[in-house]
């Protein structure tokens, strides 16, 4: 079952951002916003994305549609982007491509290698263990910067507990990322669930030069940002 969030504004025309926190009524479907202090910050005004229900982390071809999703209206072609969110998953992810992020061309899943990003027909894995905390939020990024085809692709962690740190450096020669609607949670056709926690959602993206990459000090500023469960900061 596919379930769209509303839609989000831009900000900046230098540096468009697009995020949903899910704190406020209509940022996720009712029955799939947690209950109070169930976000990153555990607050009794931060709420989160409840993806628990789906059958499995991410559901094999065949058995049909599970769980639910959230949608980011799509910003058409990036020349660099960052796509950043929270996550948690009670029973551990365990790859089946679960979806974090996915829009026809821009997809970022979990397989048995570990995190991938896959632009067009190219693709980047890091299998860091960072990104494989049971039951404990995890702070995920990955930039994107289609002006250069080496080392133009990053992954990032963090935790409460721990700031956010490069893990891996990558490459992916795709040149600008098209962008159609972006889905969270799960594809649109509702088969590759992420069966646990989102929130704190952002995307970032600049459609003639590298301004969508942002750095990791902008990057730790968000997550402290999410820890308080404060306004995000200006980059």
């Known amino acids: 079952m596919y379930l769209a969030a509303a839609p989000l504004t831009w900000a900046t025309p230098e540096k468009p951002l697009a995020e949903l926190r899910l704190n406020q009524p209509g940022e996720a479907p009712a029955e799939m916003q947690g209950a109070a202090g169930t976000g990153v910050s555990a607050l009794a005004d931060d709420l989160a994305f409840d993806n628990t229900s789906a059958p499995a982390m991410g559901v094999k071809n065949g058995e049909g549609p599970g769980g639910g999703s959230l949608m980011i209206p799509g910003p058409g072609a990036l020349n660099s982007f960052t796509l950043q969110c929270w996550y948690k998953a009670e029973a551990g992810v365990v790859g089946s491509f679960a979806r974090l992020f996915d829009s026809k061309k821009v997809n970022v899943f979990f397989n048995k290698e570990g995190v ?63 962008f159609a609607d972006l889905y969270a949670g799960n594809i649109q056709g509702g088969n590759r669930p992420f069966a646990g926690w989102l929130d704190n959602l952002r995307l970032w993206g600049d459609s003639q030069g590298s301004g ?24």
Not at 125 to 145: I, K, M, N, Q
């Open 212 to 235: 969508g990459a942002i750095s990791e000090a902008e990057l730790e500023k968000y997550r402290q940002a999410d820890l308080k469960n404060v306004n995000s900061p200006q980059l």
């Open 116 to 178: 991938q990003l896959r632009i067009g027909g190219g693709t980047a894995v890091c299998p860091s263990d960072l990104f494989r905390h049971d039951g404990e939020w995890v702070f995920f990024a990955v930039t994107y910067d289609g002006s250069l085809t080496e080392n133009n692709v990053k992954f990032y962690a963090g935790t409460a507990g721990q700031a956010v740190e490069l893990v891996q450096t990558a490459g992916i020669a795709e040149g600008p990322a098209e």
